[in-house]
């Protein structure tokens, strides 16, 4: 069956309910959010329809407004419309899925599928967002048609952002509605979709809040503080930022104790059961009701000190009195601070001879243990766990893959020594003569297969660019900042690797470099990496000595060469396509601003940043935007109007908080595509690399017709600004920024509107950013950001 999803409708408003939604309406389809009707409506209220969808109206503008935003752009909130239970449910009949979304109570849920079953039509997708009630329980007593196509669909909060959708069948399910599913799941949600079996916790909980509460009682045993593990157990080792703590506080201690007590309760046979019940660290915290963020105080608490100031204080986990945050003073952390390799910084951690290296080796050997007793139990493949694990949790690594990483046959003998044996079919592995989980042939990943006793390829990989895989055995050139690969079909692809990608000497050379070997043998090229972020900008260390050594004509030489560079990008004589995902700022989004095209994953935070330096954007960001807008430009358009636009969004240094929103910026033009699972995002890079190519790609020329509005502009520009200052709303620097900015947006003082080159845009940027560079106030700016990581206003 060719089955399309035009309409969805959503049954449950809550946090996830409106959420779901939100993330539906971000691919454009249509959504149908209902819930139930306020018990207790006064009388001259029951018939109003404000009145009795007040509950998913006010869910639904509450998500709209939540911070960070459930929805890429305002403008597909459209797409949502709401109803309730009682009215609305006849509605369904005209969807094409159905997913029920309410409070995980079976009972309730039941009473939900009964009033699904009167208007569903048949064929129907309709599937369960459950946590971990089973499949076959909310089955019962439901039509032959209605079990078919039923099938639990497990989105982790925040939907938007976390890319894990687990995918649990039914007794009965139909294998095209599962085949659909993680298809679907992946290619159009932008997921990381896993298939689980209907276990308890299914695969990402199971495992994840095992590893939870496995820390939690050797934290308890070995006497560490709450600031010392989420100094341990946060990015330090490919981990999320919130860590441990104040993980369980973001999300709800309560949450957590649910999870842990309904797994020690429904898994009698599990051997490691005892790690779910409740250590005192968890118990005693969770009794006195302080759950987190939701109760006010966890094991963090936000108050003010004796002078007002905002302060978090900690809680002592053996007085269980809130005091002041500690720190992690470990030999081990020490030994890896300046260690960028997230791999080789983990070997060093496991393996140092300290408390540190004890808590790692303990927690990540006993996980070890633990997953390898969940195959098959939970899943018949080893690398689903890894996935689940990773996209439910924001890991870096899994289990297995981090097991492969630090010496599978030296781990095993560790873990033996500390009474942590894994499963037999390790044993049986590894005497096999297979060394490792994972190990990649031909540049694509295998895992080891255990009914078999083989290596299998992970499916759905086959046909990605992954750079990892190819790392060793497709590198054609590389610096200490960028290396290059031959990604297949004649296309290159240019990744950087400097701390946040920040674009200094080493990666101008390397996209020198690649442009001029492409040219010279490939189709095209692709910029970008398999990263948490494209580019944070240029960097700025460099440029600050020469500035403060006041060496004006280095300063002019390095705007220059990052022009040209740019240039370069721009007039090659092959296409050459942005592939942008996470910060892509300051120089990273003027790059991107010079390719032929861009593919940006749907995350792509971008926008020109450099006034909060104190500087304008002086690689061409400024000159592209101000052509963007003249192109744009049609009869009786208010052009002044438009121009303004621009002019505030890098005035302001706003940053687009998705692709879509930097659609409306015009930083991403129409033709430019948007990728949503960003497993996927160099390989439709790639492939608009080759689409450009077969369309018969021109090289482009120097554009000379460039409308500007001389003084015109610059007179209305001065007013605002002036108005700006004189109302307190900017400083007397930032306007200084702002008319030098103007200045290149409006041509100069060109005493007439007229058409111009890109290269006169150029020059007036590179004038005007040199002309910032001596002033105190911007060198005070640069010195706020490298050596205090915030910005300042002055």
Known sequence: MNRKIKKVAVLGSGVMGSRIACHFANIGVEVLLLDIVPRDLPDDQKSKPAARNKIVNDALAFALKSKPSPIYDQKFASLISTGNFEDDMPKIKDVDWIIEVVVERLDIKKIVFEQVEKYRKPGTLITSNTSGIPMHMMCEGRSEDFQKHFCGTHFFNPPRYLRLLEIIPGPKTDQ?????????????????????????????????????MSAMHTIEDMGLTVGEVDRMTGPLIGRAKSATFRTMDVVGLDTTVNVANNLYAGLPNDESKEAFKLPNIVKEVHEKGWFGDKSGQGYFKKTKDKDGKKEILELDLKTFEYGPRTRANFKALEAVKDEEDLKKRIVKLVNFDDKAGEFYRRTFFDTFKYVSYRIPEISDE?????????????????????????????VVEQMEGMDMKPADWVYEMLNAGNSSFYKIENGIKKYYDIPSKSYKTIPGTEDLVILENIRETHKVWGNAGASLFDIGDGV?????????????????????????????????????????????????????????????????LMVAQFQNTMKRAKFSSIPVVAAPAGLTLGGGCELSLHCDAIQAHAETYI????????????????????????????????????????????????????????????????????????????????????????????????????????????????????????????????????????????????TAPQEVSEQYLLDLERQMFVELTAEPKTLERIHSILFKGKPLRN
């Open 176 to 212: 095209d509605i599962i085949d659909f599913l993680m298809h679907y799941g992946d290619l159009y949600l932008g997921k990381e979709t896993v298939l689980c079996k209907d276990t308890p916790a299914f695969i990402a909980n199971r495992i994840g809040i095992y590893a939870i």
């Open 492 to 556: 290159l692809c240019l990744e950087f690797h400097t701390k946040m990608n920040a674009i200094g000497q080493e990666i101008i050379e390397g996209i020198e470099t690649a442009i001029a070997m492409a040219e010279k043998d490939y189709k095209g090229l692709v910029i970008g990496n398999e990263g948490d972020n494209f580019s944070a900008g240029a960097n700025l260390a460099m440029l600050f000595m020469f500035a403060g050594d006041q060496e004006f004509d280095e300063v002019n």
């Open 382 to 410: 080893l690398y689903r766990i890894d996935q689940a694990v990773c996209a439910g949790f924001a890991w870096k690594m899994g289990p297995f893959d981090t097991w492969d990483l630090l010496g599978t046959k030296k």
């Open 607 to 750: 926008g020109l940043v450099e006034v909060g330096v104190g500087l304008i954007p002086g690689g061409g960001g400024t000159k592209e935007l101000t052509l963007r807008v003249a192109d744009s430009l049609t009869a009786g358009d208010p052009e002044l109007n438009r121009l303004q636009e621009a002019f505030m969004n890098i005035a302001t240094a706003k940053v687009a908080t998705s692709a879509e929103e930097a659609r409306a910026m015009s930083i991403l033009r129409p033709q430019d595509g948007v990728t949503l699972n960003r497993a996927r995002l160099l390989t439709d890079a790639k492939a608009k690399v080759l689409e450009l190519h077969e369309a018969g790609y021109t090289q482009p020329v120097e554009r000379t017709d460039i409308k500007v509005h001389g003084q015109v502009g610059l007179a209305n520009f001065h007013a605002g600004i002036n108005g700006m200052l004189l109302g307190n709303y900017i400083s007397e620097h930032d306007a200084k920024i702002a008319k030098k900015l103007a200045w290149i947006m409006c041509g100069g003082d060109l």
